[in-house]
C-alpha cells in the first residue's frame, strides 16, 4: 500500500435473507464485475478496500443484479437510466493535487514520431507528442490531478502500443493492452500561483483551432474562449487586429480555469483574425496556432468566417430538448423475424482480410436479460440481442411519457458489427434493424408526438464491405477511391493467409482490419 492509501470499508445489507453473492465494482477496479467480494458477516456483507485520495463512483452487484449503494452520501448518474453512489477519499487539498508526471518511451522500431492518448487527453491522438533525446528516448510532461488514468502511445500516427514501463496493464478490449497510470503523492506536487512570472502551456495547446477556440452562440453574439490552469495565469485577453478585450472566467473543474468573451456579431468584420494574450506578472505569452511564443506573429493568428460559424448553430429544440440515446440491438426486440441469422455472405467470407474476421463466433442471445456475454473480464463483442426499430416504436409511448423529445440513435445503417460502425451500406438500414419504409414510418410516428430523431453517421471509416473500399482493393491506385484511404505503400497478397497483417497494408482504426480511416 502506497503511504498515502487509505482503507475504507464498504458493506451491503441485502434486502432479503439466505446467502448472497455481493460483489464490488467501480471506478477504482476499471469496473471489474468479480474482482472485489464482500464476505458475509452475519447477514452483513463486507470488505475492506485500498484506495488513493479521490473520488471514485461505484456499485454493488447483489446475485448478478447492480444495485446503488442507499446509504452513499452522494449519488450521480450512470449513463444508463440509473445512477452509481459516490465515495469521497481524502480532503479537497489532496484530491484535487496536481502532480508532475514524466513519462518516458523508447521504441523498438524506428519511428518518425510518438504521440500519447489517454483519458487525461480524450483520446486524442494527435494533441500530445513525445520528444526524442539523442538516445532515442521520447519522454513528455504531464500535469495530472490524482487518480487514475489510462493509455497508449501511437508510433507514427498508425501504430497503438502499451507502454512496457507502465505498473499495470489491462485488456483493451480490441486484442491489445492498454496501460494505467496511477496518479498519487509518489509524484511531486506542482502549484500553480498568479503573478509569479510563469505560465504552464502543456495541455493548453491545440494545433488547430476549433470550437473550444471560437463559437457562434445564437445568431447575433460569437464567444471566444480560452483556458489555464487554475490560479497560474493574472489575465487573459482576447486580441483582434485593433482591439484588446479581457476574458472572464466561467468555469473551473478543480484543474483548469475557463475563460470566455461573448461579443455581437454587429461588432466583428465578416472574416476576422484573433488570438489569446497570457499575461502573468510581467511575462506576456501570446497563443495562436503557432502555439505559445514571446512574440505576436500576426499571420498565424486563428481564423475565423462568420459565415462559417452561423453553420454552427443549434437549433432551439436541441438547446432545450432531453436526449434518449438509443444502441439498437440493445434496446428492445419487437421483431423476431428479423433477428440476425448470420446467413449474409460478410459473416461467411472465407477470403477475408483478416484472421480474425474469419474466427469470429457471431451468435444471437435469444434471453434477453441473459447478461453474461457483456460482462466480465473478456466481454463478447461478437453477440446480438435483435433489438430492432419496431423495438422502440412499440415503446414510443413510454419515451414520451419521460419526457423524451429527441432519439439519438448509434448507427443503423447495414454493417456486419452490432454496432454499426464499420459501414458497408449508407443508403440502407440494416435488414436486421428494419426496412428503410419501416424506418420512415417510423420517424413520422416521432413527429407526430413531437419528437426529432437524430442517427450517428460516421465518414470518416467504413467496413471492408464497403463498395469505395472494394473497388480500391481490386484497382489500386487506378481506382477514384483509392485516396479514399491510407495506404501503406505496398499491394495486398492474392491469397490472404492466417499471418496477414492488414495494418501493414493499410490504415486501420484501433489497428483493426474490419474499420478503415
Given at each position: 500500500?502506497?503511504?498515502?492509501q487509505?482503507?475504507?470499508?464498504?458493506?451491503?445489507?441485502?434486502?432479503?435473507?439466505?446467502?448472497?453473492?455481493?460483489?464490488?465494482?467501480?471506478d477504482?477496479?476499471?469496473?471489474?464485475?468479480?474482482?472485489?467480494?464482500?464476505?458475509?458477516?452475519?447477514?452483513?456483507?463486507?470488505?475492506?478496500?485500498?484506495?488513493?485520495?479521490?473520488?471514485?463512483?461505484?456499485?454493488?452487484?447483489?446475485?448478478?443484479?447492480?444495485?446503488?449503494?442507499?446509504?452513499?452520501?452522494?449519488?450521480?448518474?450512470?449513463?444508463?437510466?440509473?445512477?452509481?453512489?459516490?465515495?469521497?477519499?481524502?480532503?479537497?487539498?489532496?484530491?484535487?493535487?496536481?502532480?508532475?508526471?514524466?513519462?518516458?518511451?523508447?521504441?523498438?522500431?524506428?519511428?518518425?514520431?510518438?504521440?500519447i492518448?489517454?483519458?487525461?487527453?480524450?483520446?486524442?491522438?494527435?494533441?500530445?507528442?513525445?520528444?526524442?533525446?539523442?538516445?532515442?528516448?521520447?519522454?513528455?510532461?504531464?500535469?495530472?490531478?490524482?487518480?487514475?488514468?489510462?493509455?497508449?502511445?501511437?508510433?507514427?500516427?498508425?501504430?497503438?502500443?502499451?507502454?512496457?514501463?507502465?505498473e499495470?496493464?489491462?485488456?483493451?478490449?480490441?486484442?491489445?493492452?492498454?496501460?494505467?497510470?496511477?496518479?498519487?503523492?509518489?509524484?511531486?506536487?506542482?502549484?500553480?500561483?498568479r503573478?509569479?512570472?510563469?505560465?504552464?502551456?502543456?495541455?493548453?495547446?491545440?494545433?488547430?483551432?476549433?470550437?473550444?477556440?471560437?463559437?457562434?452562440?445564437?445568431e447575433?453574439?460569437?464567444?471566444f474562449?480560452?483556458?489555464?490552469?487554475?490560479?497560474?495565469?493574472?489575465?487573459?485577453?482576447?486580441?483582434?487586429?485593433?482591439?484588446?478585450?479581457?476574458?472572464?472566467?466561467?468555469?473551473?473543474?478543480?484543474?483548469?480555469?475557463?475563460?470566455?468573451?461573448?461579443?455581437?456579431?454587429?461588432?466583428?468584420?465578416?472574416?476576422?483574425?484573433?488570438?489569446?494574450?497570457?499575461?502573468?506578472?510581467?511575462?506576456?505569452?501570446?497563443?495562436?496556432?503557432?502555439?505559445?511564443?514571446?512574440?505576436?506573429?500576426?499571420i498565424?493568428?486563428?481564423?475565423?468566417?462568420?459565415?462559417?460559424?452561423?453553420k454552427?448553430?443549434?437549433?432551439?429544440?436541441?438547446?432545450?430538448?432531453?436526449?434518449?440515446?438509443?444502441?439498437?440491438?440493445?434496446?428492445?426486440?419487437?421483431?423476431?423475424?428479423?433477428d440476425?441469422?448470420?446467413?449474409?455472405?460478410?459473416?461467411?467470407?472465407?477470403?477475408?482480410?483478416?484472421?480474425?474476421?474469419?474466427?469470429?463466433?457471431?451468435?444471437?442471445?435469444?434471453?434477453?436479460?441473459?447478461?453474461?456475454?457483456?460482462?466480465?473480464?473478456?466481454?463478447?463483442?461478437?453477440?446480438?440481442?435483435?433489438?430492432?426499430?419496431?423495438?422502440?416504436?412499440?415503446?414510443?409511448?413510454?419515451?414520451?411519457?419521460?419526457?423524451?423529445s429527441?432519439?439519438?440513435?448509434?448507427?443503423?445503417?447495414?454493417?456486419?458489427?452490432?454496432h454499426?460502425?464499420?459501414?458497408?451500406?449508407?443508403?440502407?438500414?440494416?435488414?436486421?434493424?428494419?426496412?428503410?419504409?419501416?424506418?420512415?414510418?417510423?420517424?413520422?410516428?416521432?413527429?407526430?408526438?413531437?419528437?426529432?430523431?437524430?442517427?450517428?453517421?460516421?465518414f470518416?471509416?467504413?467496413?471492408?464491405?464497403?463498395?469505395?473500399?472494394?473497388?480500391?482493393?481490386?484497382?489500386?491506385?487506378?481506382?477514384?477511391?483509392?485516396?479514399?484511404y491510407?495506404?501503406?505503400?505496398?499491394?495486398?497478397?492474392?491469397?490472404?493467409?492466417?499471418?496477414?497483417v492488414?495494418?501493414?497494408?493499410?490504415?486501420?482504426?484501433?489497428?483493426?482490419?474490419?474499420?478503415?480511416?
Amino acid at each position: 500500500m502506497h503511504e498515502d492509501q487509505i482503507k475504507i470499508s464498504f458493506s451491503y445489507k441485502p434486502l432479503t435473507g439466505g446467502e448472497h453473492n455481493v460483489f464490488l465494482t467501480g471506478d477504482f477496479n476499471n469496473w471489474e464485475p468479480d474482482d472485489i467480494k464482500l464476505i458475509n458477516n452475519s447477514g452483513i456483507y463486507e470488505t475492506e478496500v485500498k484506495l488513493s485520495p479521490g473520488k471514485y463512483a461505484y456499485k454493488y452487484i447483489v446475485d448478478g443484479i447492480y444495485v446503488m449503494d442507499e446509504s452513499a452520501s452522494e449519488i450521480i448518474s450512470d449513463g444508463l437510466g440509473g445512477f452509481n453512489s459516490v465515495i469521497t477519499v481524502g480532503d479537497d487539498k489532496e484530491i484535487n493535487a496536481v502532480h508532475r508526471i514524466i513519462i518516458t518511451y523508447k521504441p523498438d522500431i524506428v519511428v518518425t514520431s510518438v504521440h500519447i492518448a489517454g483519458s487525461f487527453n480524450h483520446w486524442n491522438r494527435s494533441s500530445d507528442e513525445l520528444e526524442p533525446d539523442i538516445y532515442g528516448n521520447y519522454s513528455i510532461r504531464l500535469f495530472l490531478k490524482t487518480g487514475e488514468y489510462h493509455y497508449k502511445f501511437l508510433l507514427n500516427g498508425n501504430i497503438w502500443t502499451h507502454d512496457p514501463n507502465a505498473e499495470k496493464r489491462i485488456n483493451d478490449g480490441f486484442g491489445g493492452l492498454e496501460s494505467i497510470l496511477k496518479v498519487d503523492s509518489r509524484f511531486p506536487t506542482v502549484e500553480f500561483n498568479r503573478n509569479d512570472n510563469d505560465i504552464t502551456t502543456f495541455g493548453i495547446y491545440s494545433s488547430e483551432q476549433n470550437f473550444r477556440h471560437t463559437q457562434l452562440i445564437d445568431e447575433e453574439q460569437v464567444e471566444f474562449r480560452a483556458k489555464c490552469y487554475k490560479n497560474d495565469v493574472a489575465k487573459i485577453f482576447l486580441l483582434t487586429k485593433s482591439k484588446e478585450i479581457p476574458l472572464k472566467i466561467y468555469a473551473e473543474n478543480g484543474l483548469f480555469e475557463y475563460y470566455s468573451v461573448v461579443l455581437p456579431i454587429s461588432k466583428l468584420e465578416e472574416e476576422g483574425s484573433f488570438c489569446f494574450c497570457y499575461e502573468d506578472g510581467e511575462r506576456k505569452l501570446f497563443y495562436n496556432s503557432a502555439g505559445f511564443n514571446e512574440e505576436r506573429i500576426e499571420i498565424l493568428d486563428f481564423k475565423y468566417c462568420l459565415n462559417e460559424l452561423k453553420k454552427s448553430v443549434s437549433p432551439d429544440w436541441v438547446k432545450d430538448g432531453i436526449i434518449y440515446q438509443i444502441f439498437c440491438d440493445r434496446f428492445f426486440n419487437g421483431s423476431t423475424d428479423n433477428d440476425p441469422d448470420f446467413s449474409e455472405w460478410y459473416y461467411n467470407d472465407e477470403n477475408s482480410l483478416s484472421e480474425a474476421v474469419r474466427k469470429r463466433k457471431y451468435k444471437l442471445i435469444k434471453d434477453w436479460f441473459d447478461c453474461s456475454p457483456l460482462s466480465g473480464k473478456n466481454p463478447d463483442h461478437y453477440c446480438f440481442y435483435g433489438g430492432d426499430i419496431k423495438g422502440v416504436s412499440d415503446k414510443i409511448d413510454y419515451l414520451a411519457d419521460l419526457g423524451v423529445s429527441i432519439i439519438y440513435f448509434n448507427p443503423l445503417c447495414q454493417a456486419e458489427s452490432n454496432h454499426k460502425y464499420d459501414t458497408m451500406d449508407y443508403f440502407k438500414i440494416d435488414p436486421h434493424f428494419g426496412t428503410n419504409d419501416e424506418f420512415r414510418d417510423f420517424v413520422k410516428l416521432c413527429h407526430e408526438k413531437g419528437i426529432k430523431i437524430i442517427v450517428d453517421f460516421a465518414f470518416n471509416h467504413t467496413g471492408i464491405e464497403f463498395f469505395a473500399f472494394k473497388d480500391a482493393v481490386e484497382n489500386g491506385e487506378k481506382s477514384e477511391y483509392y485516396s479514399w484511404y491510407e495506404w501503406k505503400g505496398k499491394p495486398l497478397p492474392e491469397v490472404i493467409t492466417d499471418d496477414f497483417v492488414a495494418s501493414e497494408y493499410y490504415q486501420c482504426w484501433w489497428v483493426i482490419p474490419r474499420y478503415l480511416i
